[in-house]
């Protein structure tokens, strides 16, 4: 597989300062790439490497590509790193052999589920009754989509995501658990890509949403009538509680935690590991994590922690008397 | 789909007040329910709804009942939400198709494995040797069950649970992992369900076990020879390490994590998030999570609080000094 | 299945004190062994019940062995937990029983993977495309091993685990996620062993690499680009972001995080459920958890913490006022 710097600026555009027959032959960091590979460079930061890489092409951004004098090959692109992301795709495009049916004949689905004619299903997955599988949608292996969940088009769901387990949700009754059976199903958009063995239950009585352009990564869990807004990201193991409503152009960290019944508005940023205990109603980035320290100091700052409340009564004394003695 | 407010109350009990023919074609929350929607308040907090809700029937408590000049129609039960748990119940059944054979043929069962002839087996399970499936229990797609695990009756085991992996068991030696094999099965009890994805290991010598009436969400870990106790409920992304005896009627938060060969007496209650790192003894509420606030302020407190003990150290310092000013 | 003590010595070497003919049924705790069982004492607090255990044969250390006068028999051991790994290991192999196929028929195996004739591959495994399987590697049930990812010798993949998904990788342009096509793969060393449900994501550019000796529990998540250095262990639910590197020979708690791009030492020891937010260079072991306590103190002493900052700031104004008195 080798692409010459022309091809790819006839397919994605950008300004070539180059030859154009130099033959790239694979994606490399700027640090480790040789000159058979193409690299790019996006934060400003990293500038100096221009000089040193062996890179045989680096995306550049016009600024950077007017600032240096390095003497690689460039491609000159308004946004380097979409540049490059759109590289990924065109280089996937070109090494994917397609040999596989679309649909694997491993795959578990039900007469009464649509699957259109150009989604892919992996190997053994399971698409149950009244399941809708949208255009150009791939469900890698193992997926199992279930009653009545319907996705969009052009999304990716990798190996072992379950979409349409039944939510938690029992009535406490003389002690023990009475389940409520889950009526609602899953509804997800467009674009939206779903990570390795992520769950996102049915609804209880309506639907789970996700919208367009949402991305989850791996061992993520979404809860019953959570509605996450469009373009919202997740990172591993994240988990959003039962009727949660987050915004669209979010970000939640890893192992961050959102419990039920939130509101997150439209553009919140949660660091990895928080707990959102609480509705967020203005954008921004917030953040709840103990910060770790060598295991004698935490356990002494911990310790204390425990006291912290009695800690200001005793600032609050010691200003009083302090006050009483200026009297 | 639809049954009369008449065949309801003739199912399940309760008092109707309204019109025995009045056709409900769903089951839906207060605030969005129509004329042919079925509805339910249990959270006294929310009976001003009942004067403007569209629900063609609601369930309530008598006081409730007594208290409202709703013109809507009511079912009064004595306890609304376990009613309309019940009611769930009463619509899947009527809305459940049931034309797949219990056991489905891709399913992988060892011929000495034990399933009931009652339990339903789904799509692409595998039961190993000497397993045991209970009468009416239903694994639904997916699901490992390890060799010698046993699953009591009426349990529903969720897509993508693993019974009985191996429990995380190794003796450090010279810098490596010697691997402890992993003797002991799984036990569960009857009126279990575990959620998506959640892993529940064997023991190391003697069994893990899950008592009756337990619930476990998704993406739950149990680590080798976890005791849980009858009717205990776990939410999503919890984990319980080795050994730890959870006790019965508990209930442990989403992505809290219970420490190993901890124990926790009866009717604990672990909030989301919260780690325990001692035995509780005590029942009761219990709680141990990182406050969340806007980015800066939580870098600003977190780095304090990398100095508690200090802080301490200075009140202190500053209340012997009053002290000795008063001699 | 038995075993006179006499064949375990002779099988794994030690000092017997005591008959060799005596059968040992099962291996048990000290606590809970019959007779018929084997125990071991590897913690010398448990000492004293070596007195009042019923067991048929406890293996010790030579100073436990010269300490007592237990009358049960003894296997004298210089590391007695090791030699009860290396017993549960000579137990199972006796107990195993393989009666099926090394490749179980419903696995899906790509023509153009490399599976080593040694290998098992068990019911209803993915092996994708140029991915390669070593020698004497084990895959339990419902395993995905992705395109062009290698797994070396003698390893053990749990139920459902998730070889070579996707990397969370997107660039943001105009509001949306653009895809970066992920086109490393991932490289897992020899002894590696892989709990239920994790997933292990394959690199952007260059491999996601697991070196020789890992050990992953239950429900991990491995970023794209992640480094794991020889016979570093985690527990479950632990996370590591994209491009961390590990160091060999660590330990990561269950539910701990790892942010992305940071590196750890050699023996660095994350405690449970801690969040490694910064790179530690130096061994040794880390903490950073929220105590947990009642829910009311927790309540008081969270709400302090947001004004922690605050609090530093009044000790300041104390400490000046009492300077300035003295002056």
Known sequence: MALSLGQIVESLGGRLIGDPQHLIQKLAPLDTAQADALSFLSNP?????????????????????????ARTALIVAANPYHYFARLTQLWRQHTRVSDEPLVHPSAVIHPQAHVDATARIGPLCVVERGAHIGANTWLKSGVTVGEDCRIGERCIVHAGVVIGADGFGFALFEGRWEKIEQLGAVRIGNDVEIGANTCIDRGALDDTVIEDGVKLDNLVQIGHNVHVGANTAMAG????????????????????V?????????????????????????????????????????????????????????????????ESQKK
Chains 1, 2, 3 share one sequence.
């Not at 600024?63 to 004098?69: E, K, R, S």
């Not at 959102?258 to 954008?283: E, Y």
């Not at 935490?298 to 004394?317: C, G, P, V, Y």
Request: aromatic residues 4%; charged residues 15%; hydrophobic residues 40%.
């Open 45 to 69: 930061k990293y500038q100096s490497q221009l000089a040193t890489t062996q890179a045989g092409c680096v995306i550049v951004s016009p600024a950077v590509a007017d600032a240096t004098d």
């Open 237 to 256: 193991c994240a988990g959003v509680a039962g009727s949660a409503r987050i915004g669209a152009n979010c970000t939640v960290g890893g192992g961050a």
């Open 258 to 322: 959102v419990l039920g019944h939130l509101q997150l508005a439209d553009g919140v940023h949660i660091s990895a590991a928080s707990v959102v205990m609480r509705s967020i109603r203005q954008p921004g980035q917030y953040s709840g994590v103990f910060p770790i320290d060598d295991n004698a100091s935490w356990e002494k700052n911990a310790a204390t922690l425990r006291q912290l409340h009695r800690l200001r009564d005793r600032i609050k004394s010691l200003e009083s008397a302090l």
